[in-house]
């Protein structure tokens, strides 16, 4: 085990704090060196040395930024050249001790992972000058993950291969990544996670750190500062003005020993604005519970006239008085034209309300839904693909469809069997909207091709233009922007097609493009029906269809799948201008091949919070989207599994998308939607924990990992999965003390409208103890929410 040692000195520490006017400080971050562990080398000047990821691959140094780096705020120790010495560590129980032990607020690491595909995940060790030991999980991302797209904040366009000068263009990312500390007592060392497998390395590059701020004796005020001013792409009409939103993030520097102090914390209503040249606050933000150790989040809506230069932040407490101000964060000017140009596109976010909707309806629907067949844990909707791969008795699939169908019946044939005849979309939108979901993606083309909207002259392979002769995703948007304009709508489109012959051109993996062979007569070639003569499929199918769904169609969500070649940049561009000019906000997911707005994990959560983000999707079949006849009712989600995953997933910064696969005939099944509605049920009298909330910043968990935490700006939710027993639930977040003070109510959000305030009590430690009485308990189902109103 190797030691090393980091030289900081207690005096020096205080030289990164300035204080302006009563109590504000800047947010520092301070080096962590680790040079001296270096074992890897992840970049080369000519791709001919040296080996990132075990197979010989190595980043294109010339892309990546000379150090020192200085990322929203926090510096990083990069090399000033890359390619010509070691540059990253292989995470592997590696000991980094501080020299002088130090309470720590937040802890920055610049990494990459190269878990080939398994997924990295790992554990921090916090070493603590009390012999206590925190833990720190972590998820995190690969470099690469093609065809989709991670996201990094340092990205590359090729990395080369093979130990060889082959470059392969598919891009590279390092990514970025904050903890927060919890900061009880100094901290001595940190042991990097154990990843030395080759299946699931870590590689850092960089670790800096925030200290904590110890105030001077006697005097025991919040040391607040602005972590971060960003100007944002999001918006607001407010009085007939389009209002940029300017999110703030505050800190409350002080170590987390001072928690039980009710002087140490923000109690009371704090109000932030934003000012600078050309621009001026419309609605400031609100900040009532900031307590030592934390973080809050907040938008300040501002009208920005071209303003150019340094904003100021200004925070006042409840009596107008000005707390202090931070100054020189960059002006940026609300973008209201878009070009196909992935810099610009890059800026682009998630709008307000899909970061504040968080659980959607998946569906999928389409041909494969006639046979709506698959062995267990495959997809459905990939019966076509199965079915010829492999071609004989080794596929489950093959031997399904010989026995059921006969080799005479090919997959096409299934369309005149896809009717909608029983289809109803007012009566899918009361179904999502009475499940409680905020938005649904329909699945418009999957990966056999067939689309269920106008494909005009791209294909006639297309519901319009053959059976059911319908346009059923015009059908579903027209509905709901008429009589459900609560529910956002989204499309879901698979930019490559399994056996399109105009897509061999472009083939690649399971999507090779070229017409299948028969399954049970290789000699013979299937149809493509609806096929229509075309010049190139992207130009000619891909491009123009994609366009049409955000012209025509309107959708606010364009989810993509796949990736591959593209002119996603192009699409882009337009996609956002037409929501601009018509006055809505839109959002593009990271399967589109370029500019993703958030990451999409399938059937997958994370360990740990993303700052980043990010939705994750499954079926409400435990291993399919598509309708699955081989699965068992019993083996569909039901209203405990929905729940809590969605509460797990929103108190990690993600939204939940939760899929449906009706019927061939448009119905959505029993076992389904009766499960759905249970569900909706539960967030009818607990959503307010749930819905516009945000993640809290320590996202400390109890060892059992039985509560989730989240936070709105004047409450904070905790959400127990085990039924509290005995009359009352005692909440331990791991050490770290809940932002609850002297004065706060505490109410069980229940389906009784006269929810009455519990006693509770908080000891020395931190742990939280409410009384509940058994009846209130028992008239909740699935996971019982604690709302605490602050008393500010």
């Known amino acids: ?34 040079s001296d562990l270096f074992d890897n080398q992840a970049a080369s000047l000519d791709g001919t040395t040296d080996n990132f990821d075990g197979y010989n691959a190595t980043y294109a140094a010339e892309y990546l930024p000379e150090g020192p780096w200085l990322y929203n705020g926090i510096s990083y120790d990069l090399p000033s050249t890359w390619g010509q010495s070691q540059d990253n560590v292989i995470a592997g129980g590696q000991v980094v001790k501080l020299s002088n032990a130090t309470y720590v607020h937040e802890l920055h690491i610049v990494y990459a992972g190269d878990s080939s595909g398994s997924g990295l995940s790992g554990t921090f060790s916090l070493n603590y000058a009390d012999n206590s030991v925190k833990y720190l999980q972590f998820t995190g991302k690969d470099w690469l993950k093609w065809p989709y797209l991670n996201g990094g904040e340092i990205q590359t366009p090729y990395y080369f291969e093979g130990h060889s000068s082959s470059k392969n263009w598919n891009s590279s990312q390092i990514f970025q990544l904050s903890l927060s500390v919890p900061s009880r007592a100094p901290l001595e060392s940190i042991t990097l996670p154990e990843t030395s497998s080759t299946s699931n390395r870590l590689h850092i590059f960089a670790l800096s750190m925030t200290p904590s701020f110890e105030p001077a004796s006697g005097l025991l005020v919040p040391q607040v500062s602005v972590r971060s001013a960003q100007f944002s792409t999001r918006w607001e009409d407010i009085n007939g003005q389009r209002a940029q939103a300017v999110a703030i993030t505050l800190a409350n520097l002080l170590p987390g020993s001072y ?7 923000i109690n009371s209503r704090y109000e932030i604005s934003v000012t600078g040249e050309g621009v001026s606050t419309v609605t400031p933000g609100l900040v009532y519970r900031l307590v030592p150790a934390d973080q809050a989040r907040v938008d300040v809506f501002v009208l920005n006239d071209g303003g150019t230069g340094n904003a100021t932040v200004t925070i006042k407490n409840e009596f107008g008085n000005v707390i202090g101000t931070s100054v020189g964060w960059p002006i940026v000017p609300l973008r209201t034209e878009w070009t196909a140009d992935a810099d610009v596109l890059a800026t682009h976010e998630t709008p307000t309300w899909w970061n504040q909707a968080k659980y959607g309806i998946f569906i999928h629907w389409g041909i494969y839904s ?135 051109k472009y083939g690649f993996s399971s999507w090779p493009g070229g017409l299948a062979h028969n399954a049970f007569n290789a000699s013979e070639l299937e149809p493509y029906t609806g ?21 025509d169609y309107d959708t606010e969500i364009m989810w993509c799948d ?25 959002t593009m997911n990271d399967r589109c091949g370029a500019v993703p707005d958030f990451d999409t994990p399938e059937y997958a959560t994370f360990a740990s919070l993303s700052t980043r983000h990010w939705e994750t999707s499954e079926g409400m079949d435990p291993n399919s989207y598509g309708l699955n006849s081989a699965t068992n009712a019993s083996e569909y989600k039901n209203g405990t599994t929905i729940i809590q995953t969605l509460v797990d997933v ?9 899929d449906v696969g009706p019927t061939a ?82 109410v069980l959000l229940g389906p009784s409208t006269n929810s009455q305030s519990l006693e509770w009590d908080v000891d020395g430690s931190g742990i939280l103890t409410i009384v509940v009485p058994q009846d209130q308990v028992d008239q909740v189902d699935y996971a019982w929410a604690f709302q605490v109103s602050y008393s500010g």
């Open 1 to 34: 085990m190797r030691i090393f040692g980091v030289p900081l000195l207690c005096g020096a520490l205080f030289s990164y704090f300035r204080t302006v006017k009563s109590s504000l400080v800047t947010f520092p971050s301070v080096v962590i060196p680790l």
């Open 259 to 265: 928690a039980t102090s009710p002087n140490a914390s």
């Open 370 to 504: 006639v046979p709506a067949w698959g062995p267990p844990g495959s997809y459905a909707e990939w019966y076509d693909w199965s079915l010829h791969n492999p071609p004989n008795s080794n596929s489950p699939t093959w031997v399904h469809h010989l026995d059921t169908y006969g080799k005479d019946i090919v997959y096409d044939d299934f369309i005149s069997n896809f009717t909608a005849s029983t289809w109803n979309p007012s009566a899918w939108l009361d179904l999502f909207s009475e499940a409680g979901a905020k938005y649904f993606v329909i699945v418009t083309k999957h990966h056999d091709g067939y689309a269920l909207f106008d494909t005009k002259n791209t294909t006639h392979r297309s519901s319009v233009y053959l059976n059911p002769y319908r346009d059923f995703v015009k059908e579903l948007m027209d509905t709901a922007k008429s009589d459900y304009p609560d529910i956002h709508r989204g499309t879901y489109y698979s930019l490559p097609e399994w056996f399109n012959p105009y897509f061999s």
């Open 531 to 551: 096929i229509l003569n075309i010049s190139d499929y992207i130009e000619d199918l891909q491009y123009p269809q994609m366009v049409s769904l955000a012209l």
């Open 562 to 586: 796949i990736g591959g070649p593209n002119k996603t940049l192009d699409f882009a561009a337009q996609f956002f201008n037409k929501a601009m000019q018509n006055g809505y906000q839109v």
């Open 650 to 658: 929103v108190s990690k910064n993600g939204n939940y998308l939760l």
């Open 665 to 746: 005939e448009g119905d959505i099944i029993a076992p389904m939607a009766d499960n759905l509605l249970a569900a909706g049920k539960w967030l009818k009298y607990a959503g307010d924990c749930v819905y516009a909330t945000d993640y809290w910043y320590q996202a400390s968990q109890d060892p059992t990992g039985s509560f989730r935490f989240l936070t709105t700006p004047k409450t904070f939710c905790i959400i127990a999965f085990n039924k509290p027993s005995d009359g009352k639930i005692t909440v331990d977040a791991g050490g770290v003390a809940l932002p609850i003070q002297k004065g706060d109510s505490v």
